[in-house]
């Protein structure tokens, strides 16, 4: 039996039906804010890989950050483009995230959201963005969770034949750090998030777009949720068992600076 696989056609097919941006949910500012948090943006070069909408990238450059958005889908790139009016805020590249077209040591960011889920072989991607980052610099990688009705959905979905990007998978925060780990990236921090609004809502209100049903975006009471909620959700999210029943898990991790042999030592 062949395995399913997302591919380049998958991913085509989304953004040329996904042409305006303000129909794509955004991620809520979660890979912006957890980055800033450990660093600043101003003057930093930053590889957003797979970048979609490139919304987060487009945020970054508006922060002094010196951003390239690499995606290997055409239609991705010319909806960035559109977002950019002109201005040239934001390089944009057509790439394949396994063979960056960059030399050693060339970003102090690198970061993808919704991307490395897609792909088997994670680790050599992983290598890739190592080989591409300064020492010292960061790498966030953001995914789906593992311990989520979200996971079980999914798969129906792919064994069917239905799920828009063909494959996917999901790790657990463990996992994730580990990943990183193995690929010689020390990891930072791990921070998890469920999704506004959540899932459920998601997936009904795309069901019933072809019905010419149109739901809201973004329901009120959501939103209102969110707001009410925003201190009991961040102290649950703060715990581990928390992470583990996020919907997404990122985890940002640095490339660390090697001593030279006998550096300071006199050799």
């Known amino acids: ?27 809520d500012g979660r890979v912006s804010a957890h980055l800033s948090a450990l660093t600043t ?31 290997y889908s055409l239609p991705s790139l010319r909806l960035i483009a559109g977002q950019l ?22 970003f102090d960011l690198v970061f993808h959201q919704g991307l490395l889920e897609h792909f088997r072989d994670p680790g050599r991607m992983l290598a ?8 010292g610099g960061y790498i966030l990688v953001d995914v789906p969770q593992r311990y989520h009705y979200y996971t079980v959905l999914k798969h129906m979905f792919i064994s069917m034949g239905k799920w828009f990007a063909g494959w996917e998978t999901e790790f657990s925060p463990r996992e994730l750090e580990r990943l990183l780990e193995r690929h010689s990236f020390s990891v930072v921090l791990t921070y998890g998030e469920w999704l506004n609004p959540p899932i459920w809502f998601r997936i009904l209100r795309k069901g019933l777009l ?21 201190g009991w959700r961040g102290r649950i999210l703060r715990t581990r068992l928390g992470l583990n029943l996020a919907l997404v898990v990122g985890t940002i991790a640095r490339k660390e600076i090697e001593e030279r042999l006998g550096e300071g030592t006199g050799a």
């Not at 039996?1 to 953004?15: A, L, Q």
């Not at 040329?16 to 991620?27: C, I, L, W």
């Open 128 to 135: 890739e963005h190592h080989r591409v980052l300064r020492p």
């Open 41 to 71: 943006l101003q003057g930093k070069k930053v590889l957003e890989v797979g970048a979609g909408t490139g919304r987060d990238g487009i945020f970054m450059a508006d922060q002094g950050a010196s951003v390239v958005s690499l995606d």
């Open 85 to 106: 009016g002109g201005k040239d805020r934001v390089e944009l590249c057509c790439g394949d995230a396994f063979t960056l077209p960059f030399g050693d040591n060339t």
């Open 210 to 230: 072809p019905a010419g049903i149109r739901l809201p975006m973004y329901p009120r009471i959501f939103t209102w949720m969110r707001k009410r909620f925003a």
């Open 1 to 27: 039996m062949t395995k399913r696989t997302s591919n380049k056609r998958h991913w085509d097919d989304f953004w040329v039906n996904s042409a305006q941006v303000s129909e794509v949910y955004d991620n």
